[in-house]
């Protein structure tokens, strides 16, 4: 186990940092999804207090990862893909970090938005700058929301990129970032 990455397979902690991302990434959507209108009044409240929690912590993540990625440049690519593009992948990462990015951003104007305080882990609170404003709140809801699935879409993508790379080109992609795998 090794603390950078190489030039073979990613470090344990960028490892650590990707699954824990994915994992944040659709507990977040999931608990999105039934705050918006499964859930009752009261459930919905505890609901929409998990969802803002975990999406503040993916942020953290978010913040950490970048710092561990300008600390230890990730291995280079197994291949081109298809031998046209070979920036795809990185065109890839660059969305998938854009939207991390933005979909807790948006999720925090959208708390402002309600003129609601902003519940930091449970332990404290930062004031709404503004005032309620229901045309405000309402596009922030509709970009939250499509910010979301979009990065739902981009995280599929990039899965089943990373299975085609292993069983159609048999390279590996997939293998450098398992969990217990040196990537060789």
Known sequence: MHLKNTAQSYSAVTKLLHW??????????????????????SS??????????VGLI????????????????????????????????????????AML???PVTGILLQFSFGKDLPLYGVAEISSPVEFNATFANVMMQVHELSAHALLVLAAA?????????????DRTLVRMLPRSDGS
């Open 20 to 41: 824990v991302m994915a994992v944040l990434v659709v507990v977040c959507w999931t608990l999105g999804v039934l705050t918006d209108d499964v859930l009752k009044i």
């Open 44 to 53: 919905r409240t505890v609901t929409l207090f998990a969802h803002i929690t």
């Open 58 to 97: 993916l942020l953290d993540v978010l913040v950490l990862r970048a710092i561990w990625r300008a600390m230890s440049s990730p291995p280079p690519a197994e291949r081109p893909v298809f031998g046209i593009w070979p920036g795809m992948g990185r065109l890839m990462h660059y969305l998938l970090y």
């Open 101 to 103: 990015l933005m979909v």
């Open 158 to 170: 990039h899965a089943l990129a990373a299975l085609v790379h292993h069983y159609v080109f048999r």
